[in-house]
Each structure stands twice: as structure tokens, then as C-alpha cells.
């Protein structure tokens, strides 16, 4: 049974920086794609960011391209979120999520972590 757990989640002001971790286990991950997505109070889950977990291909949000970088390491089947430069409309709940397929429709994900805040102060 696939498990994805989060971590790293936090309060930052404003400009500050994070790294969220989702560290995977249940399964060989060739061919799989990792997505983070958010959830802010009031609003719908958005996508964040996607990788590929075998070629490294990565796709941003336009939201959050050029603070955000998504990277994994396959040796600890984990994949990481390192946000720079936060905003306070950042403020969400992130999710790490698995998909057998290629895209950022949520729709194509049926694994889910259970989330971890992320917090920016102004």
C-alpha cells in the first residue's frame, strides 16, 4: 500500500523559506509522478508543482515558478519543495500526491499525503 508522509511544513515571515519533504514507501516509483498541491483557507486545491520520477521533468505553476523548486532523490524514494521568496498568499495547506500518469489535474492522483501547513506572516 502506497504512504506518503510530509513534513517540513511551518511559520515563515514574509521572503523566508521552507522545504517541505514527502517521503514515499509501498511501491516502486519508475514511471510514477510526484505532485504537490495546495490548499488555502477558503479556496479550492490548486497545483503547485510536478516531477517526473524517473526523468527528473519537472512543471511549475506560474503562481510560484522561479520561488519554487521541486527535486527528488531516488534512493530515499522522498522528493522534496524548496520555497524561497514566500508570500503570505502562500499560506497553505501543501499535499504531496502520486499519479501513475503525467499531468497537474488532481484528478489523476489517487495517492494523498495527509498534508502539512505552511504558514507566511507579512
Known amino acids: 500500500q502506497v504512504q506518503l508522509v510530509e513534513s517540513g511544513g ?6 523566508g523559506s521552507l522545504r517541505l519533504s514527502c517521503a514515499a ?8 509522478t510526484m505532485g504537490w498541491f495546495r490548499q488555502a ?4 486545491r490548486e ?3 510536478t516531477i517526473a520520477w524517473s526523468s527528473g521533468r519537472t512543471t ?4 510560484v515558478k522561479g520561488r519554487f523548486t521541486i527535486s527528488r532523490v531516488n534512493a530515499k524514494n522522498t522528493v522534496y519543495l524548496q520555497m524561497n521568496s ?7 495547506v501543501y499535499y504531496c ?14 495517492h494523498w499525503g495527509q ?8
Open 10 to 15: 511551518g511559520l515563515v515571515q514574509a521572503g
Open 25 to 32: 514507501s509501498g511501491r516502486t516509483f519508475s514511471g510514477y
Open 41 to 44: 483557507p477558503g479556496k479550492e
Open 47 to 49: 497545483f503547485v508543482a
Open 60 to 63: 511549475y505553476a506560474d503562481s
Open 86 to 92: 514566500l508570500k503570505p498568499e502562500d499560506t497553505a
Open 97 to 110: 500526491a502520486l499519479s501513475p500518469f503525467r499531468g497537474s489535474n488532481q484528478g489523476l492522483y489517487p
Open 115 to 122: 498534508g502539512t501547513q505552511v504558514t507566511v506572516s507579512s
